[in-house]
């Protein structure tokens, strides 16, 4: 009896082990499975969608006035772009995304793929389902996913202190309301309105330059005198005048309010 206890016992304790080392695992994989785990190493001239997935992350490490293209192929501009994000956590910098880039990127994100200091909810206040815009629901989701990675970039460079979002996604009821422009940027979801403090609005439209947004208006541009706007339009338009960035002051049939 004594005997059969002891090994039932045994069995027993063996069983919580192997569950508490299955816990441990399951643990340390779901920080990364809740929202997308990458299964190889990435390097020039892979292609897939988990390069999609990197690109969208190093969104916001372009190189000065450039957008990174979210295509799914790994070629020269997606290798500096992770190079510099390698740059700007300190990592060995060889263009290549391996398991420290990886746990970078993980621990840098939400369960919902966003980055841990911008959510959807900050980049919609105008209604929850994405919709009514001039895309696609899940195109503008997608959008301002782009968006919000290229802002945790330009919010690490500019010292990891707090940007302020004051508009986002807008419906068309959404932008009507407002005033905004029928072609506003803010109505594909890539658009983003932010506010002065900690940062002045120039600091933003200047550093905006570095991290992969096609539209910028500023301080000095009509009707941007109190926010800074940018977005991923798809050729480059940018004034913020008084901020020494671009230098158009008419108003651009893109523009919102
Ligand atoms: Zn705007």
Redo the contacts with the bound molecule.
């Keep these: 009896m004594r005997r059969m206890l002891t090994r039932t016992l045994a069995t027993l304790s063996l069983v919580v082990a192997s569950t508490a080392v299955g816990l441990v695992v399951t643990a340390g994989a779901a920080q990364a499975d809740g929202c997308y785990t990458w299964g190889r190493q990435l390097s020039q001239g892979m292609s897939g969608e988990d390069v999609r997935q990197l690109q969208i992350r190093v969104a916001g490490y372009p190189g000065s006035g450039a957008v990174l293209g979210i295509d799914g192929a790994f070629g020269p501009a997606t290798r500096s772009a992770v190079i510099r994000f390698q740059q700007a956590y300190g990592l060995a910098a060889d263009g290549i995304a391996g398991p420290n880039t990886f746990n970078r990127l993980y621990a840098l994100q939400d369960d919902d793929c966003t980055p841990v200091n911008f959510s959807y909810a900050e980049l919609n206040n105008c209604n929850s389902t994405w919709a009514g815009g001039n895309v696609s629901a899940a195109t503008a989701r997608a959008n301002a996913l782009v968006s919000m990675w290229k802002l945790q970039a330009m919010r690490h460079a500019l010292g990891d202190l707090q940007i302020r979002v004051t508009?986002g996604f807008r419906s068309q009821a959404c932008n009507a309301a407002v005033g905004g422009a029928t072609s506003?940027r803010?109505l594909y979801g890539d658009?983003v309105?932010l506010g002065a403090s900690p940062h002045s609005l120039c600091t933003l439209a200047q550093a905006a330059r570095n991290h992969g947004f096609a539209g910028i208006?500023g301080p000095g541009y009509p009707d941007h005198n109190d926010?800074t706007?940018v977005?991923g339009r798809p050729s480059r338009f940018w004034s913020a005048p008084n901020c020494g960035v671009g230098g158009r002051t008419m108003r651009d049939p893109l523009d919102?309010?």
């Design positions: 508009s506003s803010h658009a309105d208006l926010h706007h977005d919102d309010n």
